[in-house]
Structures are given as structure tokens and as C-alpha cells.
């Protein structure tokens, strides 16, 4: 089934919410009292993940263009451990596989661009990570080329604040996730030339933090029912910006999931692309699945017997007469993991396969929004 370009463009949301919320952001800064984090709670520095992280999708960066894992040393991942790992379900064989192992034959046989929408479905803490504090779910995805060679590449965030409850586990069900308002800044992603770039990212910020409170403001300024912040069809330079304004604010976090963004290629003519780089997880339509590198060990002695079942990972051999949370708070306890949906499906009229103009021709001619914070971190690139 392919959408139509235009409707696509008519239907897709505006960003205004950004220069909306920046008085009462910088209001609740200036009303923070709270003592800075323990390294102990958060031992991962914030802004140093942050700064810079778009400047490989960024035109205005000197890193525009260049592969992610170049990233410098203080940019690199805040434990090796906690690295995203991204594994997709193939629900007619019953099959867990990672993204990585998707053939060519199983993406789209298309040429130009694609729709992707992107649900949030469960996020589960294993033993070992279940905590009474909140944690925030954040899914980034980017554009690498440019739409028609016109307009700079876009990106898509979607930012969760999750409440575990008194058994430490969070239902995105409960939390209204699956309600349309809570899917508008995922629902309407364009991947130009069948190509983009895809991160997933789970951290726990102090409740003491600004950045916790930012999440408050910009929920009551949205007025969003659900515990979601989604920004649609923004330039990356403005997600670059508000990205490290937030990361500041947030000062200290612990990460259970970290990754930078990683290419994500949607159709065979993508993957022949001899731009593309060396490390990709194929998109196509289905579930999947994000785990830190930590738990892919205690994964792979039941991958086998495992299943996605309404986002949950649940044992094929379960009683399917029980309720769905008992199975899965019996299937491997011990991983933390998150799950979404996602849909691939062709764009008519597109543009993109002709050749990219420079970065010059294809950029509006502005000045870079990207925001140096004054804090003693400089870019590490």
C-alpha cells in the first residue's frame, strides 16, 4: 500500500512548541533549588551524550555527513554494557532475530521515499534495573538526505516519562500510549531515499532534576493527557538545540539503554547504496525489539523460545488462558527491554532518488540554531 506525497505533507504536524516552552523552562531552572545529583544515583554525564549528537544528520556541523561511529572518544557511549541492541520479530515464523539479520528480499522494492510510523508499545525493567524513580524513554529518527533537495533534513523525537509502579514495572497501555495524541510525533516520519537513522535511549534522571520538571511544563503547555513529548517534523539544527538545552538541565542521569543514532534502511534500493554505512538494521513493518548489550547473553539461552505478544516478551510454551502481564513477568525477569511497532510503507511521487545537491544548495541559508551551552562542556567531536 503506498500514501500519497501530498497528503502525507498536509497531514504532517508543525513544531511550535519549542519556542513555547522555553520561558517556563528557563522559569523552572531559576525556581530549582534542589542539591546537584549524586554520581552514585546518576553516574552518567548528560550533555556529554547530548552535545553533538545529531552532527552527523546536522548540515551545519563540520561532522555533517560522517559516520556515527566516528563520534570522539568523550562522545562514545556512556557504558559499554548499556549499547541499544535492536532485534525485530518475524511474526509469521514465530522468529526473534536482530535487526541486523533482515535480508534484502525482506525490504520494500522501491525506489524513492518512505512513510514510517513508529509505536511505543511496552517497556519492561528487568531485576536488576527496577527502581522506584522514573525513567524517560526517548526515540529519535532522522532524515540523512534532504526532501527534493530542498528542504534540510528533518527529524522526529518522541520523549516518555515513565512512572514504574509498586511492583517496579511500567505499562505503556496504562499510560494512554497507544491513543492518537500520543502517537502524533511518530506517526508521520519521511525517510528520504528509503534511508534515515534511528536511536533509542532510556535514562533515569533524579526526580530532583530541572529536567524532570521541564517534562511537567511541557506536557501542561502542550496539554498532553499522556506522559509524552513528541516533537514532529523538526530541522535538526532545532532538535540539536533543544536536545542539549534539556541535557543540561538534566546535568546527571543513568543510562539503561544508550545508543547513538544508528543508519535504518527501508527499501533494496537503499541497501545497494554505496554511501550507506558499513552498520545498518533493516526496517520493515512489525515489532521490535530494544535490549542493553548487558542482557543479550541471558536473551540468547531463550531467544528460541520466545515471542513479542502485544509488546510483552512472553515463553511460546506459556498457558495463552493467562493474563498477558503474568506471562510475560515469567519470561525472562532478569532483562530490561522496550518494545514499539513499526510501519514501512512507500510514499507515491517521490523525489529523492536524483542526486543530492551540496550542502550549501540544499540548505536554507540561516544561521545555525544549534545551541553551545555555556557550561564549562565544550563539543568533543
Same mark, same amino acid.
Given at each position: 500500500?503506498?500514501?500519497?506525497?501530498r497528503?502525507?505533507?498536509?497531514?504532517?504536524?508543525?513544531?511550535?512548541?519549542?519556542?513555547?516552552?522555553?520561558?517556563?523552562?528557563?522559569?523552572?531552572?531559576?525556581?530549582?533549588?534542589?542539591p546537584?545529583?549524586?554520581?552514585?544515583?546518576?553516574?552518567?554525564?548528560?550533555?556529554d551524550?547530548?552535545?553533538?549528537?545529531?552532527?552527523?544528520?546536522n548540515?551545519?556541523?563540520?561532522?555533517?555527513?560522517?559516520?556515527?561511529?566516528?563520534?570522539?572518544?568523550?562522545?562514545?557511549?556512556?557504558?559499554?554494557?548499556?549499547?541499544?541492541?535492536?532485534?525485530?520479530?518475524?511474526?509469521?515464523?514465530?522468529?526473534?532475530?536482530?535487526?541486523?539479520?533482515?535480508?534484502?528480499d525482506?525490504?520494500?522494492?522501491?525506489?524513492?521515499?518512505?512513510?514510517?510510523?513508529?509505536?511505543?508499545?511496552?517497556?519492561?525493567?528487568?531485576?536488576?534495573?527496577?527502581?522506584?524513580?522514573?525513567?524517560?524513554?526517548?526515540?529519535?529518527?532522522?532524515?540523512?538526505?534532504?526532501? +527534493?533537495? &530542498?528542504? !534540510? =533534513? *528533518?527529524?522526529?523525537?518522541?520523549?516518555? #516519562?515513565?512512572?514504574?509502579?509498586? /511492583?517496579?514495572?511500567?505499562?505503556?497501555?496504562?499510560?494512554?500510549?497507544?491513543t492518537?495524541?500520543?502517537?502524533?510525533?511518530?506517526?508521520?516520519?519521511?525517510?528520504?531515499?528509503?534511508?534515515?537513522?534511528?536511536?533509542?535511549?532510556?535514562?533515569?534522571?533524579?526526580?530532583?532534576?530541572?529536567?524532570?520538571?521541564?517534562?511537567?511544563?511541557?506536557?501542561?503547555? +502542550?496539554? &498532553?493527557? !499522556? =506522559? *509524552?513529548?513528541?516533537?514532529?517534523?523538526? #530541522?535538526?539544527?532545532?532538535?540539536? /538545540?533543544?536536545?542539549?538545552?534539556?541535557?543540561?538541565?538534566?546535568?546527571?542521569?543513568?543510562?539503561?539503554?544508550?545508543?547513538?543514532?544508528?543508519?535504518?534502511?527501508?527499501?533494496?534500493?537503499?541497501?545497494?547504496?554505496?554511501?550507506?554505512?558499513?552498520?545498518?538494521?533493516?526496517?520493515?513493518?512489525?515489532?521490535?525489539?530494544m535490549?542493553?548489550?548487558?542482557?543479550?547473553?541471558?536473551? !540468547?539461552?531463550?531467544?528460541?523460545?520466545?515471542?513479542?505478544?502485544?509488546?510483552?516478551?512472553?515463553?511460546?510454551?506459556?498457558?495463552?488462558?493467562?493474563?498477558?502481564?503474568?506471562?510475560?513477568?515469567?519470561?525472562?525477569?532478569?532483562?530490561?527491554?522496550?518494545?514499539?511497532?513499526?510501519?514501512?510503507?512507500?510514499?507515491?511521487?517521490?523525489?529523492?532518488?536524483?542526486?543530492?545537491?551540496?550542502?550549501?544548495?540544499?540548505?536554507?541559508?540561516?544561521?545555525?540554531?544549534s545551541?553551545?551551552?555555556?557550561?564549562?562542556?565544550?563539543?568533543?567531536?
Open positions: 500500500m503506498s500514501i500519497s506525497r497528503r502525507f505533507m498536509t497531514d504532517a504536524s508543525s513544531l511550535g512548541l519549542l519556542a513555547a516552552i522555553l520561558p517556563e523552562l528557563v522559569q523552572a531552572q531559576s525556581q530549582s533549588s534542589a546537584p545529583p549524586s554520581p552514585v544515583d546518576a553516574p552518567h554525564d548528560s550533555f551524550f547530548w552535545n553533538g549528537f545529531f552532527d552527523s544528520v548540515p551545519y556541523s563540520e561532522n555533517y555527513g560522517k559516520k556515527s561511529a566516528t563520534r570522539g572518544p568523550q562522545d562514545q557511549l556512556p557504558e559499554h554494557g548499556a549499547e541499544t541492541q535492536y532485534l525485530h520479530f518475524k511474526a509469521d515464523e514465530r522468529k526473534l532475530r536482530y535487526a541486523t539479520d533482515i535480508h534484502k525482506e525490504l520494500l522494492n522501491h525506489d524513492g521515499d518512505v512513510a514510517v510510523s513508529i509505536a511505543l508499545s511496552q517497556f519492561r525493567t528487568g531485576e536488576g534495573d527496577t527502581s522506584v524513580h522514573g525513567s524517560q524513554l526517548r526515540v529519535d529518527t532522522t532524515q540523512i538526505y534532504p526532501y +527534493a533537495n &530542498i528542504i !534540510a =533534513p *528533518l527529524a522526529w523525537t518522541a520523549i516518555a #516519562s515513565l512512572a514504574p509502579d509498586k /511492583a517496579g514495572k511500567v505499562s505503556l497501555d496504562r499510560l494512554g500510549f497507544k492518537p495524541q500520543a502517537r502524533q510525533g511518530t506517526s508521520k516520519i519521511l525517510l528520504t531515499r528509503g534511508t534515515g537513522k534511528l536511536a533509542v535511549n532510556i535514562s533515569k534522571a533524579p526526580s530532583t532534576s530541572v529536567f524532570v520538571k521541564a517534562l511537567h511544563v511541557m506536557m501542561a503547555g +502542550a496539554k &498532553i493527557a !499522556a =506522559p *509524552l513529548v513528541s516533537l514532529p517534523a523538526v #530541522s535538526v539544527p532545532a532538535l540539536s /538545540a533543544f536536545t542539549e538545552v534539556l541535557s543540561y538541565w538534566e546535568d546527571r542521569t543513568k543510562f539503561l539503554m544508550a545508543g547513538n543514532l544508528t543508519s535504518a534502511i527501508a527499501t533494496q534500493h537503499a541497501l545497494g547504496d554505496s554511501e550507506r554505512e558499513d552498520r545498518y538494521i533493516g526496517l520493515v513493518s512489525g515489532d521490535y525489539l535490549l542493553p548489550m548487558k542482557h543479550t547473553n541471558d536473551l !540468547a539461552k531463550e531467544l528460541p523460545n520466545l515471542e513479542i505478544v502485544q509488546g510483552y516478551l512472553v515463553r511460546k510454551d506459556a498457558d495463552p488462558n493467562l493474563p498477558i502481564e503474568t506471562r510475560a513477568q515469567s519470561a525472562v525477569p532478569g532483562i530490561t527491554y522496550a518494545s514499539m511497532r513499526v510501519s514501512v510503507q512507500k510514499l507515491d511521487g517521490s523525489y529523492s532518488n536524483e542526486p543530492a545537491k551540496s550542502t550549501a544548495d540544499a540548505c536554507p541559508a540561516s544561521s545555525s540554531t545551541s553551545s551551552k555555556s557550561k564549562s562542556k565544550g563539543k568533543t567531536k
